[in-house]
């Protein structure tokens, strides 16, 4: 089936109705996001006739999550660290964002505003098995919630589309220390002093002569 805007526009529908949808069948559902949303992993297509497989990239030099069990964690970490979760489609308040759309059908483009109340740690450091990341990334997950600070963030998104109109790849741009001052509580978590102690007492013996 060759690409187009419409069956794209109708999967971003999907999408947005997942993430806002609230008090609807498949709000935050994880499965109708899986299935109905993004593509699966090894998904053949005679532009990638090996296959595919979904990812999330949230900003630059943040955590990067490929294939179907990451993207998964990642917005069930989500949906647990933020459970009031939005991402609203606007340029400001009361102003609507225009989908922006490219040449061959392929991308979307969407500004929208991220607003959530963090109940939960976002990703720890954890042991890694087989090589496979943590997504521990500061500062956010140096935050230790105390359950009342909320986001308001714009944030540029990007998803592009397999043939079959399924997201193949999502990526958020957006300022990680602007959320990270909106959400700072002045407490840390316990593993984020340790580090810290570690890298002071680092710096302090190469200083030494």
Same mark, same amino acid.
């Given at each position: 089936? $060759? ?23 498949? *709000?935050?559902?994880?499965? *109708? %996001?899986?299935?109905? /949303? #993004?593509?699966?992993?090894?998904? @053949?297509?005679?532009?990638?006739? %090996?296959?595919?497989? @979904? ?10 999550? *490929?294939?179907?069990?990451?993207? +998964? ?17 606007? &340029? ?6 225009? +989908?922006?759309? !490219? ?25 890694? /098995?087989?090589?496979? $990341?943590?997504? *521990? ?11 009342? +600070? !909320?986001?308001?963030? @714009? ?14 790849? &999502?990526?958020?741009? #957006?300022? +990680?220390? &602007?959320?990270? !001052?909106?959400? #700072?509580?002045?407490?840390?978590? $316990?593993?984020?002093?340790?580090? !810290? ?13």
């Amino acid at each position: 089936m $060759p690409v187009s805007n419409a069956q794209n526009d109708a999967t971003l529908d999907h999408f947005f109705n997942v993430i806002n949808g609230v008090g609807t069948q498949h *709000y935050q559902d994880l499965n *109708y %996001l899986m299935q109905q /949303v #993004f593509c699966p992993n090894a998904n @053949p297509t005679s532009a990638h006739p %090996l296959g595919s497989i @979904p990812a999330v990239g949230i900003t630059n030099h943040g955590p990067q999550f *490929y294939g179907a069990d990451q993207v +998964r964690l990642m917005f069930d970490t989500l949906f647990t660290a933020f459970p009031n979760f939005q991402s609203t489609p606007q &340029l400001s308040p009361n102003v609507a964002a225009k +989908r922006l759309y !490219s040449h061959d059908q392929t991308m979307i483009g969407i500004q929208t505003t991220l607003t959530g109340t963090q109940k939960a740690k976002w990703f720890q450091h954890t042991i890694a /098995v087989a090589g496979k $990341p943590d997504h *521990y990334s500061p500062p956010i997950s140096d935050i230790e919630p105390d359950g009342t +600070r !909320s986001i308001t963030l @714009p944030v540029a998104n990007v998803m592009t589309f397999d043939e079959n109109g399924k997201i193949v790849q &999502l990526s958020m741009y #957006f300022d +990680r220390y &602007l959320m990270n !001052s909106q959400l #700072f509580t002045g407490v840390t978590p $316990p593993q984020a002093a340790i580090f !810290s102690h570690i890298v002071e007492h680092a710096v302090r013996k190469l200083a030494k002569p």
